[in-house]
T-cell receptor, first 116, second 114 residues
Framework: DAGVIQSPRHEVTEMGQEVTLRCKPI?????LFWYRQTMMRGLELLIY????????DSGMPEDRFSAKMPNASFSTLKIQPSEPRDSAVYFC??????????????FGPGTRLTVL | KQEVTQIPAALSVPEGENLVLNCSFT??????LQWFRQDPGKGLTSLLL?????REQTSGRLNASLDKSSGRSTLYIAASQPGDSATYLC?????????????FGTGTRLLVSP
């Protein structure tokens, strides 16, 4: 398997523009996660899905952020409008159906977002 | 609120040394604890997962221990190699939020010099 795929790998945009980050999870995985990593706040969970349904979005910072998972093989994280403080590395991760808490999460390479 | 702290923040050692990385968490009601490795510019890779009922897990030169009651975990790396240079993060999942929701520590940046 190719692992979790994220695109683009790097994104530079200007304040106020819409940004869309994309993720393809590992085939057969039931869970999908979006994280944000910054020097100040470390790695934070933004939202996660189970079988394409959002389960917990309590980490989404504000209404400017939205995430969708239209099918089992694709998810997007959208920021509209973007602000300089959104600059960070955004990771997508997936994990298989896990009944016993023994399976880990598999991370993509991340998207480095810079908002000028 | 669960808080996860890692000490030291950075560590530099010569090749061949045994070393210990520390992780502490404030809420002992955890489901499991995981150690991840992150290489520069890359995503995280899982190293070890310890369920709350376990005391330790081993993989090759790595050994992770868990003392749930005291809110501590250690990652022991034996005979360190330059290829071990990376940032190491621990993460816990809480009983009341499900095992899928991870809270990450601040990380320890390790440099092993030849």
């Amino acid at each position: 398997d190719a692992g979790v795929i994220q695109s683009p790998r790097h994104e530079v945009t200007e304040m106020g523009q819409e940004v869309t980050l994309r993720c393809k999870p590992i085939s057969g995985h039931d869970y999908l996660f979006w994280y944000r990593q910054t020097m100040m706040r470390g790695l934070e969970l933004l939202i996660y899905f189970n079988n394409n349904v959002p389960i917990d979005d309590s980490g989404m910072p504000e209404d400017r952020f939205s995430a969708k998972m239209p099918n089992a093989s694709f998810s997007t994280l959208k920021i509209q409008p973007s602000e300089p403080r959104d600059s960070a590395v955004y990771f997508c991760a997936s994990s298989p159906r896990d009944l016993g808490g023994t399976d880990t999460q598999y991370f993509g390479p991340g998207t480095r977002l810079t908002v000028l | 609120k669960q808080e996860v702290t890692q000490i030291p923040a950075a560590l530099s050692v010569p090749e061949g040394e045994n070393l210990v990385l520390n992780c502490s968490f404030t809420d002992s009601a955890i489901y499991n604890l995981q150690w991840f490795r992150q290489d520069p510019g890359k995503g995280l890779t899982s190293l070890l997962l310890i369920q709350s009922s376990q005391r330790e897990q081993t993989s090759g030169r790595l050994n992770a221990s868990l003392d749930k009651s005291s809110g501590r975990s250690t990652l022991y790396i034996a005979a360190s190699q330059p290829g071990d240079s990376a940032t190491y993060l621990c993460a816990v999942s809480r009983e009341n939020t499900g095992f899928q929701k991870l809270v990450f520590g601040t990380g320890t940046r390790l440099l092993v010099s030849p």
